[in-house]
């Protein structure tokens, strides 16, 4: 009978991580489109407020009337 020997080799390997610049650059651009849609988002909201309060007279006439149209009064 023969005698079996196994034989285990390491081998390292050695990777660098290389920088993805296109995905960088899509990843920024895209940031700053979303940023910029939310600015433009928050403006829109801010003049729809300012513009309901200057036609309803007022924040507290404002308050009142949001009252009445939620709770049907």
Same mark, same amino acid.
Do not use: E, H, N, Y
């Given at each position: &009978?023969?005698?079996?020997t196994?034989t %285990? %080799?390491?081998q390292?390997?050695?990777?660098e991580a !290389?920088?993805?610049e296109g995905?960088?650059?899509? =990843?920024?651009?895209?940031i700053?489109? &979303?940023?910029g849609v939310s600015a433009?988002?928050?403006?829109?909201?801010?003049?729809c407020f300012?513009?309901g309060l200057?036609? =309803?007279g007022?924040?507290? !006439?404002?308050?009142y009337?949001?009252? %009445? =149209?939620?709770?049907?009064?």
């Open positions: &009978m023969k005698d079996a196994l %285990k %080799k390491r390292r390997v050695r990777t !290389q920088p993805l995905l960088d650059t899509f =990843a920024r651009g895209g700053s489109v &979303m940023g433009l988002i928050a403006l829109w909201a801010a003049a300012i513009g200057i036609s =309803a007022g924040p507290v !006439q404002l308050a009337s949001w009252f %009445k =149209a939620i709770t049907g009064l």
